[in-house]
């Protein structure tokens, strides 16, 4: 009998649990509740951000996150990914990564930009720069590491000042010490037609679905090059939700320029075009709407979820192997008034010590920019991704972890989101799917 | 030669930008210097209400009066400023026995009796007594547990504005207002206050003024200001924290009662209800106060006795302020008197041209502004009366109705009714502009909503010069993403220096009043940890401040 993986979670982690056990002959389910911080995603996908990177740091000198991946691995004692790269399973963990993120783009058919032995410098609406690995398609033509003698045109729409091209223009110019290699940046301001009189960014980008309005678009975007002549032009991250490749691609052919989306900013377009293709991938596998509220357990194992759906209706639905990818707050995974995981009532670590309802410490630091502990903290898990309580023992044989649940790291400044959701989520399905898996 | 002038006022808060425009408006030369913004200590942390201090009524039934009288007068100055608030007075059964719980209500009915003499100056209703169902189907949310309730009426203010409108008033009168500078030296000829060196807190420039007369406004600072001056003067400062919940979550205001028998409620602010207050003696930095679990706690258990639903409420943030109590030795901090005093520190300790002012309530702020000024017109001999109860502040002439200007500039009506709120009958000049540029039309702050066009006119016509500043005179940013969408975009129509670092300031401010939210159980809502699990998600991790 093929073993039966039943994934919690609809998010990147999710998907990269599914894709693994699919290929190793699993039977997958997947129950989707509510979309995450996937969701949410600003077009980049992080493999490790530079930890040794400073303001003044020149662009030539960022760190790849093949480097930066070992950097993390040396500071952080109870990251995942030094459980990671000390699974055999694994091996070289910027491979195992880079891998799994190429079989995720291709079953997602999201040509990804990016390679994990060279930074991607991505451009955000607010001018600073994000140290990536790979970019979704939209964003593609825009690491500025790649501009060398180039002239930028940023480019901004009235009525949406969610993306101030001056003060993106002004930002860059102003750092331009540390990257020589653009000769000119400019800001422009374009008016199309057909775009709703009051803008929100989706409402935006829902319009430039339309063909009319993308005409329009296209028309005014070509002239504004035609007077610039910019080599590449940096446009606010609203292109369409669904003609998004188009509307670029079309740009490209007309003009030979590089046209990209700058980052989006959370809740962004990018990050809804992403959870619209893991959707679609989601579709082909066997999918169950609903919320898990609790799990029945048998002698330390889990033998059925009570999954609700929107109409409020309870389902019991037996189960073989579990693996857990509800993610951290977001996502919905962790409670925060007791902290304790939401469905196995699991305990909630931070730095390998289990936090109560009544933490003894602060849960949050003194300066925003400073690393939080509510922001870090989540599972712990034992080297095959399964959680483990305060003294190491398993706590239930057929459940694993990946992703934002687990704790031990800190997505947003550690600049990992996306390769810890892979890269676990990959080894979590890998081994839910063994037919004689460790414990299960 | 530096600048002269008649008077200088320090302190941006009701008392300081009171008095300047007083001073102001009877055809004194004046400068106002706050350093930080108008409105952003204490009076921005009220409870953002003229209340006529029905609590005084027993004690210090003057207090009342007063607050009473002068709230009126400022209903008539900045009609669109205020809000009437309802208030729920439940009494609640408890476990005390039957007679006496009806004969609570009867004592309170009684009380708001006499109250409704003093409502009347200020244009409220009078009382009503509601029985326990009329209270229930009034406000389904009040705790079933009650004998019935008293209703009185108060009006809500914004107080942030009220000083901003206070200071451009200077200005129309011909005088100066300006923010953000700070006084580093006080000059003094022998035993006379001369002058002042101030430093503007954003560029550094220093620059002197010259005086006839220094008055100290300055809230809790004024001990501080009077050291540099070399005088002294003694207050018992108290700390007042409130919870902002989102949404109004009640029409009414419900008052309920806390675990050591002071009084607390809950009252609808514009898109928000706050809850508070607290009021313990401080000891600390006025600049730095902090907000403990404990206080957090204390409200959310006073309120759950009266209003159960406080417990489901989403807390987006908090805000504290210090009391500038005249100083009382051997008292409760809650029976500390709300009198206020103006210290002539020539009569008091020989040093001339210098003043004081503290203590008092926001309510009769305009009434201590008139004699604060009385005395200075005195010593400059100055004879015009006193027209600030008389004379609009700015916008107040008239309120225009929303749905006319939603009508004419296309709007949402909501957003157009909060344009009002704020802006009176200035709000055709807010909007205006955009017949010229429609695109600035367009929400910046989709919380409030606050439109492009609004942000540029704090900017241009309300000397806004940093994000903080956007966020107190239009609302900006204190909404339930606490900034997440709008301070990109805020930060391109600023046009800061340094964006950065302007950015990473008003974060780190704007987490100092949510900060304590997460150490507190019963504040550490789910949807405050995803926001706050997002918003490091943009500013840390996309934005790279962190790393800028």
């Given at each position: 009998?093929?073993?039966?993986?039943?994934?919690?979670?609809?998010?990147?982690?999710?998907?990269?649990?599914?894709?693994?056990?699919?290929?190793?002959?699993?039977?997958?389910?997947?129950?989707?509740?509510?979309?995450?911080?996937?969701?949410?995603?600003?077009?980049?996908?992080d493999?490790?951000?530079?930890?040794?990177?400073?303001?003044g740091?020149?662009?030539?000198?960022?760190?790849?996150p093949?480097?930066?991946?070992?950097?993390?691995?040396r500071?952080?004692?109870?990251?995942?990914?030094?459980?990671?790269?000390?699974?055999?399973?694994?091996?070289?963990l910027?491979?195992?990564?880079?891998?799994?993120?190429?079989?995720?783009?291709?079953?997602?058919?999201?040509?990804?930009?990016?390679?994990?032995?060279?930074?991607?410098?991505?451009?955000?609406?607010?001018?600073?720069?994000?140290?990536?690995?790979?970019?979704?398609?939209?964003?593609?033509?825009?690491?500025?590491?790649?501009?060398?003698?180039?002239?930028?045109?940023?480019?901004?729409?009235?009525?949406?000042?969610?993306?101030?091209?001056?003060?993106?223009?002004?930002?860059?110019?102003?750092?331009?010490?540390?990257?020589?290699?653009?000769?000119?940046?400019?800001?422009?301001?374009?008016?199309?037609?057909?775009?709703?009189?009051?803008?929100?960014?989706?409402?935006?980008?829902?319009?430039?679905?339309?063909?009319?309005a993308?005409?329009?678009?296209?028309?005014?975007?070509?002239?504004?090059?035609?007077?610039?002549?910019?080599?590449?032009?940096?446009?606010?991250?609203?292109?369409?939700?669904r003609?998004?490749?188009?509307?670029?691609?079309?740009?490209?052919?007309?003009?030979?320029?590089?046209?990209?989306?700058?980052l989006?900013?959370?809740?962004?377009?990018?990050?809804?075009?992403?959870?619209?293709?893991?959707?679609?991938?989601?579709?082909l596998?066997?999918?169950?709407?609903?919320?898990?509220?609790?799990?029945?357990?048998?002698?330390?194992?889990?033998v059925?979820?009570?999954?609700?759906?929107?109409?409020?209706?309870?389902?019991?639905?037996?189960?073989?192997?579990?693996v857990?990818?509800?993610?951290?707050?977001?996502?919905g995974?962790?409670a925060?008034?007791?902290?304790?995981?939401?469905?196995?009532?699991?305990?909630?670590?931070?730095?390998g010590?289990?936090?109560?309802?009544?933490p003894?410490?602060?849960v949050?630091?003194?300066?925003?920019?400073?690393?939080?502990?509510?922001?870090s903290?989540?599972?712990?898990?034992?080297?095959?991704?399964?959680?483990?309580?305060?003294r190491?023992?398993?706590?239930?044989?057929?459940?694993?972890a990946?992703?934002?649940i687990?704790?031990?790291?800190?997505?947003?400044?550690?600049?990992?989101?996306?390769?810890?959701?892979?890269?676990?989520?990959?080894?979590?399905?890998?081994?839910?799917?063994?037919?004689?898996?460790?414990h299960? | 030669?530096?600048?002269?002038?008649?008077?200088?006022?320090?302190?941006?808060?009701?008392?300081?930008?009171?008095?300047?425009?007083?001073?102001?408006m009877?055809g004194?030369r004046?400068?106002?210097?706050?350093?930080?913004?108008?409105?952003?200590?204490?009076?921005?942390?009220?409870?953002?209400?003229?209340?006529?201090?029905?609590?005084?009524?027993?004690?210090?039934?003057?207090?009342?009066?007063?607050?009473?009288?002068?709230?009126?007068?400022?209903?008539?100055?900045?009609?669109h400023?205020?809000?009437?608030i309802?208030?729920?007075?439940?009494?609640?059964?408890?476990?005390?026995?039957?007679?006496?719980?009806k004969?609570?209500?009867?004592?309170?009915?009684?009380?708001?009796?006499?109250?409704?003499?003093?409502?009347?100056?200020?244009?409220?209703?009078?009382?009503?007594?509601?029985?326990?169902?009329?209270?229930?189907?009034?406000?389904?949310?009040?705790?079933?547990?009650?004998?019935?309730?008293?209703?009185?009426?108060?009006?809500?203010?914004?107080?942030?504005?009220l000083?901003l409108?206070?200071?451009?008033?200077?200005?129309?009168?011909?005088?100066t207002?300006?923010?953000?500078?700070?006084?580093?030296?006080?000059?003094?000829?022998?035993?006379?206050?001369?002058?002042?060196?101030v430093?503007?807190t954003?560029?550094?420039?220093?620059c002197?003024?010259?005086?006839?007369?220094?008055?100290?406004?300055?809230?809790?600072?004024?001990?501080?200001?009077?050291?540099?001056?070399?005088?002294?003067?003694?207050?018992?400062?108290?700390?007042?924290?409130?919870?902002?919940?989102?949404r109004?979550?009640?029409?009414?205001?419900?008052?309920?009662?806390?675990?050591?028998?002071?009084?607390?409620?809950?009252?609808?602010?514009?898109?928000?209800?706050?809850?508070?207050?607290?009021?313990?003696?401080?000891?600390?930095?006025?600049?730095?106060?902090?907000?403990?679990?404990?206080?957090?706690?204390?409200?959310?258990?006073?309120?759950?006795?009266?209003?159960?639903?406080?417990?489901?409420?989403?807390?987006?943030?908090t805000?504290?302020?210090?009391?500038?109590?005249?100083?009382?030795?051997?008292?409760?901090?809650?029976?500390?008197?709300?009198?206020?005093?103006?210290?002539?520190?020539?009569?008091?300790?020989?040093?001339?041209?210098?003043?004081?002012?503290?203590?008092?309530?926001?309510?009769?702020?305009?009434?201590?502004?008139e004699?604060?000024?009385?005395?200075?017109?005195?010593?400059?001999?100055?004879?015009?009366?006193?027209?600030?109860?008389?004379?609009?502040?700015?916008?107040?002439?008239?309120?225009?109705?929303?749905?006319?200007?939603?009508?004419?500039?296309?709007?949402?009506p909501?957003?157009?009714?909060?344009?009002?709120?704020?802006?009176?009958?200035?709000?055709?000049?807010?909007?205006?502009?955009?017949?010229?540029?429609?695109?600035?039309?367009?929400?910046?702050?989709?919380?409030?909503?606050?439109?492009?066009?609004?942000?540029?006119?704090?900017?241009?016509?309300?000397?806004?010069?940093?994000?903080?500043?956007?966020?107190?005179?239009?609302?900006?940013?204190?909404?339930?993403?606490?900034?997440?969408?709008?301070?990109?975009?805020?930060?391109?129509?600023?046009?800061?220096?340094?964006?950065?670092?302007?950015?990473?300031?008003?974060?780190?401010?704007?987490?100092?009043?949510?900060?304590?939210?997460?150490?507190?159980?019963?504040?550490?809502?789910?949807?405050?940890?995803?926001?706050?699990?997002?918003?490091?998600?943009?500013?840390?991790?996309?934005?790279?401040?962190?790393?800028?």
């Open positions: 009998m093929r073993p039966r993986v039943t994934i919690i979670g609809s998010g990147i982690a999710a998907v990269a649990t599914a894709c693994e056990a699919i290929r190793s002959g699993a039977e997958v389910t997947v129950i989707r509740g509510r979309p995450g911080s996937t969701a949410l995603s600003s077009g980049a996908w493999i490790a951000g530079d930890p040794l990177r400073f303001a740091t020149p662009w030539q000198e960022v760190r790849s093949r480097e930066s991946l070992q950097e993390l691995i500071r952080l004692p109870h990251h995942p990914y030094r459980l990671l790269s000390l699974h055999d399973q694994v091996g070289d910027p491979s195992f990564l880079s891998g799994a993120v190429n079989r995720i783009a291709r079953a997602l058919d999201l040509p990804l930009h990016g390679e994990i032995g060279r930074p991607f410098l991505a451009l955000t609406p607010l001018g600073t720069v994000k140290v990536t690995a790979y970019t979704l398609p939209t964003h593609g033509a825009g690491n500025l590491l790649e501009m060398q003698g180039a002239r930028l045109m940023v480019v901004g729409i009235q009525g949406l000042p969610s993306h101030p091209a001056a003060l993106i223009a002004s930002l860059l110019k102003k750092n331009r010490h540390r990257s020589p290699s653009l000769s000119e940046i400019t800001a422009t301001q374009i008016a199309p037609e057909r775009i709703p009189k009051t803008l929100s960014p989706v409402q935006v980008a829902h319009s430039f679905d339309e063909d009319e993308i005409d329009s678009l296209h028309k005014v975007l070509v002239q504004q090059a035609e007077k610039v002549r910019p080599t590449h032009v940096a446009l606010p991250p609203v292109m369409g939700i003609q998004s490749a188009h509307i670029l691609s079309r740009l490209r052919e007309t003009t030979g320029i590089h046209w990209f989306e700058t989006g900013l959370p809740p962004s377009i990018p990050g809804i075009r992403l959870q619209e293709s893991l959707d679609r991938y989601f579709r596998t066997e999918l169950r709407e609903g919320t898990v509220t609790s799990a029945r357990m048998e002698r330390k194992r889990v059925a979820l009570h999954i609700r759906d929107d109409e409020g209706r309870d389902e019991e639905f037996p189960v073989d192997r579990v857990l990818a509800t993610g951290k707050f977001l996502g995974g962790i925060p008034g007791t902290f304790r995981e939401k469905i196995f009532n699991l305990p909630i670590f931070h730095n010590n289990e936090i109560g309802a009544r003894v410490g602060p949050v630091s003194r300066h925003y920019l400073d690393p939080h502990p509510l922001q903290m989540g599972l712990r898990v034992n080297p095959h991704l399964q959680p483990v309580d305060d190491g023992h398993l706590l239930l044989e057929n459940l694993w990946a992703g934002s687990l704790g031990g790291y800190d997505a947003a400044r550690e600049g990992c989101g996306v390769g810890v959701a892979v890269g676990t989520g990959t080894l979590a399905g890998r081994l839910a799917s063994e037919r004689f898996a460790a299960a | 030669m530096p600048e002269s002038f008649d008077v200088i006022v320090v302190g941006g808060g009701c008392n300081g930008t009171g008095i300047a425009r007083d001073c102001a009877r004194l004046t400068l106002l210097v706050e350093k930080n913004d108008f409105g952003s200590g204490t009076t921005g942390a009220s409870s953002g209400m003229i209340h006529g201090g029905p609590r005084y009524l027993l004690s210090e039934v003057e207090t009342t009066k007063l607050s009473s009288r002068d709230a009126g007068y400022i209903r008539k100055i900045a009609p400023l205020c809000f009437r309802p208030f729920l007075y439940p009494v609640v059964k408890g476990n005390q026995p039957s007679w006496r719980r004969i609570r209500l009867a004592l309170v009915e009684t009380f708001f009796q006499a109250y409704d003499r003093f409502s009347a100056l200020k244009g409220g209703k009078p009382h009503t007594c509601l029985t326990r169902e009329e209270t229930l189907s009034l406000e389904p949310s009040v705790s079933p547990d009650i004998v019935g309730s008293v209703t009185f009426d108060e009006w809500g203010i914004n107080t942030e504005r000083c409108l206070n200071a451009l008033a200077v200005k129309e009168a011909g005088g207002a300006l923010n953000h500078t700070e006084v580093k030296r006080i000059l003094k000829e022998g035993n006379t206050v001369t002058g002042m060196i430093r503007d954003l560029t550094g420039e220093e002197e003024f010259r005086s006839r007369v220094l008055f100290n406004a300055t809230g809790p600072w004024t001990p501080r200001l009077a050291a540099m001056a070399g005088v002294t003067v003694k207050l018992r400062p108290a700390k007042g924290i409130h919870l902002v919940l989102d109004r979550i009640t029409n009414y205001a419900v008052v309920s009662q806390c675990i050591d028998g002071r009084e607390i409620f809950i009252n609808p602010y514009g898109n928000q209800t706050l809850l508070g207050t607290t009021d313990d003696d401080f000891y600390g930095d006025p600049d730095e106060i902090p907000v403990t679990a404990d206080e957090i706690e204390y409200l959310l258990q006073g309120m759950e006795r009266t209003y159960p639903e406080i417990r489901k409420a989403r807390v987006i943030s805000t504290r302020g210090i009391r500038p109590t005249l100083f009382g030795d051997k008292v409760l901090e809650d029976d500390l008197s709300r009198h206020h005093k103006i210290f002539d520190h020539e009569k008091e300790e020989g040093v001339a041209g210098f003043f004081s002012i503290a203590g008092g309530k926001l309510a009769a702020y305009r009434q201590m502004a004699e604060a000024t009385d005395l200075i017109c005195q010593k400059l001999g100055n004879h015009d009366p006193c027209r600030t109860h008389l004379a609009p502040l700015p916008g107040g002439e008239s309120t225009p109705e929303p749905a006319e200007l939603a009508e004419r500039y296309q709007l949402h909501y957003a157009a009714e909060r344009i009002v709120s704020r802006h009176g009958s200035l709000a055709e000049k807010v909007l205006q502009p955009t017949d010229e540029l429609p695109s600035d039309k367009c929400a910046v702050c989709l919380c409030e909503p606050v439109l492009a066009c609004e942000i540029r006119h704090a900017i241009g016509a309300e000397s806004a010069r940093t994000l903080a500043d956007l966020r107190r005179r239009t609302g900006l940013g204190d909404g339930p993403c606490q900034g997440a969408q709008c301070l990109v975009p805020a930060t391109g129509l600023l046009d800061p220096a340094d964006p950065i670092a302007e950015l990473k300031r008003f974060l780190e401010e704007s987490w100092r009043s949510r900060a304590p939210l997460f150490c507190a159980e019963g504040t550490r809502s789910e949807p405050l940890v995803a926001q706050e699990e997002m918003n490091q998600m943009i500013f840390q991790c996309v934005l790279e401040l962190g790393s800028q």
